[in-house]
C-alpha cells in the first residue's frame, strides 16, 4: 500500500482510505452489524490505514461498528470522526441545526471515544461550519482537546478558504474533507490553493460521485427514498440523463487504461497532489478491491491535461446537494 502524508501534519495515511458512512448511513438499508465489521478488517488487511466516520452516521452506530471492527488493530490505524450537528445525546434524534458550542464539542469527543473504544482520535472534523459560533472558538475547543490527549489532528469539512485561514491561525489543520471528484471540480478554484498554500491535507469524500462514476447508473436510474441521492438535484431524472456524457468519458479513459470508470475517478484525484487522500466507501468486496486497483493505473501530467480539457466541456447539470445541506457548505 501507498502511504500519503496529509500536509505538513506528519499525518501519514493509506494512499486511499476507506469511507465508512455507507455501511451504516444514507445509502438505503444498512449492512448487518457483522458484515460491516468483516469488511471493515478486510480494508485493513488489504493495507488500508485510514478510517473515516462520524456520530452523525446512524446517528451514532457507524462510531460503534468501526471502533469493534478496529479494536484488534487500533494502534495501526488512524480514525477520523466528526462532531457539528445538533444530536440529542440520549436518544440519537437530530435537532433542527448545526452545534459547535466549545462545551458540546468537547462532549460529543467524549462520546465518540467510548464509541470508538480508544484513547484518541487521530483526526477530529468539524463536519459543517456553524454560523452561530466563531471558528476561532472551536479551534480553540479542539486546542484544548488536543492539549489534554484526547485528538490528535484537527480538520475541517466543507469549510471555505476565509474560515480555513482563520481557525488555521488558531490550531493548525492538518485536513480539509469536502467532496471533489470528476462530477464536482469546485475545490480546484480557491480551496485546494489554500490547502497548498498552508500544508493542509485534503481529502475528498465521494469521490466516486455517490456511484455515478462506477458507470453503474443509466437514465432509468432512479432511488429509494431512504437513499439521499433521491434529493439530489443532480441525480434528478433530468440532470442524470445530461451528465451520463461524463459517464462516456471516464469509460473511454477506462478502456485506454485497462480500468473500471471507478479507477480512472479515483486515480484521476490521485495524481492531482501527493497530499489528496481519496475515502470511497462501499458495502461490497469486490468494490473495495476495485477501488485499491486504482493505485496501479497510471496517468500522466498529460493524460491529466487532456482529461481535463475534455472535462471543460462538460456542464454538469443540478447542484450537489439538497438546498439545506448545500446552505451548510462552503461558509
Given at each position: ?35 460491516g465489521?468483516?469488511l ?98 472551536v ?46 471540480r ?40 431512504s ?54 466507501g ?31 466541456q462538460?456542464?454538469?447539470?443540478g ?13
Open positions: 500500500m501507498q502511504i500519503r502524508r496529509l500536509g505538513t501534519s506528519g499525518l501519514e495515511v493509506s494512499a486511499i482510505g476507506f469511507g465508512c458512512m455507507g455501511l451504516s448511513h444514507a445509502y438505503g438499508r444498512p449492512v448487518e452489524k457483522h458484515e465489521i468483516a471493515i478488517r478486510t480494508a485493513f488487511d488489504r493495507g488500508v490505514t485510514f478510517f473515516d466516520t462520524a456520530e452523525a452516521y446512524g446517528p451514532f452506530v457507524n462510531e460503534e461498528l468501526v471502533g469493534e471492527a478496529l479494536a484488534p488493530f487500533r494502534e495501526e490505524v488512524v480514525i477520523a470522526t466528526k462532531f457539528g450537528f445538533d444530536i440529542d445525546p440520549t436518544t440519537g434524534e437530530r435537532r433542527s441545526g448545526l452545534n459547535s458550542q466549545p462545551q458540546h464539542i468537547k462532549a460529543v469527543a467524549e462520546a465518540s471515544l467510548r464509541r470508538l473504544k480508544t484513547d484518541r482520535i487521530d483526526l477530529l472534523y468539524q463536519h459543517r461550519v456553524d454560523p452561530n459560533v466563531s471558528i476561532e472558538d479551534a480553540g475547543a479542539v486546542k484544548d482537546l488536543i492539549k489534554e490527549g484526547k485528538v490528535k489532528h484537527f480538520g475541517l469539512s466543507e469549510a471555505g478558504a476565509r474560515t480555513i485561514r482563520r481557525a488555521h491561525a488558531v490550531q493548525p489543520v492538518a485536513a480539509l474533507q469536502s467532496e471533489y471528484s470528476l462530477l464536482w469546485g475545490p480546484e478554484a480557491e480551496i485546494l490553493p489554500t490547502c497548498e498554500e498552508l500544508g493542509i491535507g485534503f481529502v475528498p469524500w465521494s469521490p466516486l460521485g455517490a456511484g455515478f462514476l462506477t458507470g453503474a447508473m443509466n437514465e432509468t436510474t432512479r432511488f429509494d427514498s437513499d439521499f441521492r433521491s434529493s439530489v438535484p443532480r441525480f434528478a431524472p433530468e440532470a442524470l440523463k445530461a451528465n451520463l456524457v461524463l459517464v462516456d468519458l471516464v469509460r473511454a479513459w477506462a478502456q485506454r487504461k485497462h480500468a473500471t470508470p471507478a479507477q480512472i475517478a479515483l486515480a484521476w484525484l490521485l495524481v492531482q497532489k501527493p497530499w489528496i487522500v481519496p475515502i470511497p462501499t458495502t461490497k468486496l469486490k468494490r473495495l478491491d476495485e477501488n485499491l486497483g486504482a493505485l496501479a493505473v497510471e496517468l500522466t501530467l498529460s493524460d491529466l491535461r487532456e482529461m481535463n480539457d475534455a472535462l471543460s462538460i456542464n454538469v447539470q447542484n450537489r446537494l439538497p438546498p439545506a445541506l448545500l446552505a451548510m457548505s462552503g461558509r
